[in-house]
């Protein structure tokens, strides 16, 4: 019988990738993510799981290396934050449209300069269009499940796709919660070996990466976006299988009194359950307000964030990044993009908050939501605010 | 000589791991070193190319010139592709998984992609011991993008981004001793071939391929298109440039240096440069330093090879 254990979140993700057998992990070292990798480290090395752990000399031959050992058919782990995100974009890109099932944790971190060892979500949204899977987390169970899913997630021979399974650093990574861990019978069962169906191989020689010129360059990024908007179906499926194997439950899209609230607010990551305290505070105070928490960023859940909100009259959504020069925070555009041609949609008020490990706490939510809902009445000279700035 | 090179070829594999049908210019001596290094390398390998002239001329989508298993993904990153490669392939061995015992990873890129943006890459999988083969070839510049310098092109060479001007000789830097860094990893073999000499290469390349550990092999590739020469030279212009001492034949097994071809006496390197457009331009003056620079880095080379 398993019980819950109070373990920091990042020990606890590397024994998730020790349950889900990895065969390959590359990684360099950056804060927030080091805990991870040095658990993996200390786990390899005492022989606790039978992986290659690849010492590489930055981000950009992390991936680099995962994308190699991917293509041979290994089950291939890294992590990384910020920066080091950035310094594998490039690489990010050819491992989706190789359709290499690679998985990676991102303990998300603000982008210098200045620098900031801190939490935001700038480096997720930096790679929101790099064809990866994205999975949002807001506490260490989470995270533990999402390490194992996305595996199966990205193994599985409809997708074929990378995932990146983000939790905030330091809020969320250096925490201690009291963490359940699978049995590795039962996670043996949920996650069959990694069948990759086409590797490189002397026997069955095939060519990998190769230049594609304009008469066919659109059609294979076409079929892309097909792939990668029908993975959707197939994540709802394993997160469905997963709920009936170990009773938790994940949907892309958790609402919170959504139903009966005029005014609903919409996060991301570990700052969703501060602002689930904030939501039952107010609801307590008799006020009519409800919570949205975004779980699935890649693909994007435009049915069901255009359900979530359809009996509202006010959605403030709250960024935790920025697009300079941009409309609002990122995704505050893509809310407002999924609701434009809505016969019905709500007032839309856009946020930035907690960048660079800036806290946002109970009171800010309400302040938020209060502030939200004037906004929603008055307008607004501004195309969005960040909360708790000075000057 | 002649009549050995007349027979030599029947010792040669037949099967092509690089096929007709590719897309290099005329003369292609980077065409020619690979085709040569294909046959050496057998079919229990997995290239890794890197971005530039022989991925493009190799792999037009739906087409593809390699009958060995072949990815090219980036320009810079072609030895950590090799690296996770060799170690996926060791682990999924180990455990079971996938059979394919002695599979070696060879990376593929030219200068650029070596000695400039894939060099740090290069440098982290030779220092981690990976087994596997990475081949340079040096055409000496950027020629799949139209002929830019590197830091591998020779000192007075004339490219599109270091020309030839009224204030200007070129090329103002000397070429990258890539070899030397390569070798100062300490890894179990480094060498430089050409293809003009095809015997030596062949060798080299399956002496590297059999070695445990990180192998490094430097291969010289004429390029008539960039060094502005007949296509009908290529093989002519390789043989020169070792003759002269510009480009010296050598191996370094376990540190240890041995010249390939042991020269008593250098050419003057006016036998190589005259027969190149990009070097036309060069005052006797600056010949004569190329001159003194060869040969002092060939008396180094000698001494180290004693």
């Keep these: ?391 | 000589m002649e009549k050995q090179n007349t027979y030599i070829s029947r010792l040669v594999a037949k099967k092509e791991g690089f096929a007709p049908g590719h897309r290099a210019c005329l003369g292609c001596g980077e065409a020619l070193a690979v085709r040569l290094a294909c046959k050496a390398l057998g079919d229990n390998v997995i290239i890794v190319n890197a971005t530039g002239c022989m991925e493009i001329v190799s792999s037009q989508l739906p087409y593809t010139s390699w009958t060995v298993p072949w990815i090219h993904t980036l320009f810079e990153n072609t030895a950590a592709v090799a690296s996770g490669i060799e170690v996926g392939l060791k682990v999924m061995n180990r455990k079971g998984r996938r059979l394919l015992p002695n599979v070696k990873a060879v990376g593929m890129a030219g200068d650029g992609g070596t000695s400039d943006i894939g060099l740090q890459a290069l440098s982290g999988a030779l220092e981690r011991g990976h087994n596997f083969l990475y081949l340079c070839f040096d055409n000496e510049a950027y020629m799949n993008t139209g002929i830019q310098r590197s830091s591998s092109t020779p000192y007075g060479a004339s490219t599109t981004t270091s020309p030839a001007g009224k204030v200007s000789i070129g090329q103002v830097t000397w070429k990258k001793n890539m070899p030397a860094i390569a070798a100062a990893h300490d890894i179990p073999y480094v060498a430089t071939a050409c293809p003009s000499y095809f015997k030596d290469l062949i060798t080299k390349v399956e002496k590297a391929v059999a070695i445990k550990g990180p192998a490094y092999i430097h291969i010289l590739s004429v390029c008539p298109t960039g060094w502005r020469c007949a296509v009908d030279l290529t093989v002519r212009i390789g043989r020169l440039a070792v003759e002269t001492g510009m480009f010296p034949l050598y191996e370094v097994e376990n540190g240890k240096y041995k010249l390939s071809l042991d020269l008593p006496q250098l050419r003057p390197v006016t036998d190589y440069l005259k027969l190149q457009g990009r070097f036309r331009h060069l005052p006797e003056d600056v010949i004569n330093k190329i001159q003194q620079r060869v040969n002092v880095e060939y008396a180094k080379l000698k001494e180290k090879a004693a």
């Excluded at chain 1, 700052?271 to 904030?278: F, H, I, P, R």
Aim: hydrophobic residues 45%; negative net charge.
């Design chain 1, 1 to 391: 019988m398993t019980t819950k254990k109070g373990m920091e979140v990042s020990v606890a993700l590397g024994e998730a990738v020790k349950l889900a057998n990895a065969d390959v992990i590359a990684a360099y070292p950056i804060t927030p993510q080091t805990h991870i990798v040095e658990h993996l480290a200390e786990i390899v090395a005492d022989g606790e799981l039978d992986a290659e752990f690849v010492l590489v000399e930055s981000e950009h031959s992390a991936m680099s290396a995962c994308l190699g050992s991917a293509a041979v058919g290994a089950r291939t782990f890294t992590a990384t934050a910020g920066p080091g995100l950035e310094y594998m974009h490039n690489v990010l890109y050819v491992v989706s449209s190789m359709q290499l099932p690679i998985v990676m944790a991102v303990t998300n971190r603000a982008l210098s300069a200045p620098l900031s060892i801190w939490s935001d979500h700038s480096d997720a949204m930096s790679v929101r269009d790099t064809g990866w899977i994205q999975i949002f987390t807001e506490n260490g169970q989470e995270v533990v499940d999402n390490i194992l899913c996305a595996f199966r997630i990205a193994e599985d021979q409809r997708v074929l796709l990378p995932v990146m399974t983000h939790l905030d650093g330091f809020f969320l990574s250096h925490m201690i919660e009291p963490i359940l861990l699978p049995e590795q019978s039962e996670v043996d069962q949920f996650l069959p070996p990694n069948q990759y169906p086409l590797p490189l191989n002397p026997n069955k020689p095939v060519t990998m990466g190769d230049f594609g010129p304009p008469i066919i360059y659109a059609e294979t990024k076409w079929a892309q976006q097909v792939n990668l908007r029908a993975a959707k179906e197939v994540i709802l499926e394993v997160w469905r299988e997963f709920g009936e194997r170990f009773g938790r439950y994940y949907i892309p899209v958790e609402c919170h009194h959504c139903e009966d609230a005029r005014v609903l607010l919409l996060t991301m990551g570990s700052m969703s359950e501060t602002a689930m305290t904030a939501i039952d505070k107010m609801r307590g105070e008799g006020k009519n307000v409800g919570l949205i928490r975004l779980r699935l960023w890649r693909p994007f859940p435009f049915d069901e964030i255009r359900k979530a909100v359809k009996n509202a009259e006010v959605l403030i959504v709250l960024d935790r990044a920025l697009s300079f020069g941009g409309p609002a925070g990122p995704v505050c555009s893509e809310i407002k993009a999924a609701l434009y041609q809505q016969d019905k949609r709500p007032k839309i008020v856009s946020f930035v908050g907690g960048l660079g490990g800036r806290d946002m706490s109970v009171g800010g939510f309400e302040e938020i939501v209060s502030r939200g809902t004037e906004i929603s009445k008055t307008g607004s000279s501004q195309e969005f605010e960040i909360f708790g700035v000075r000057g």
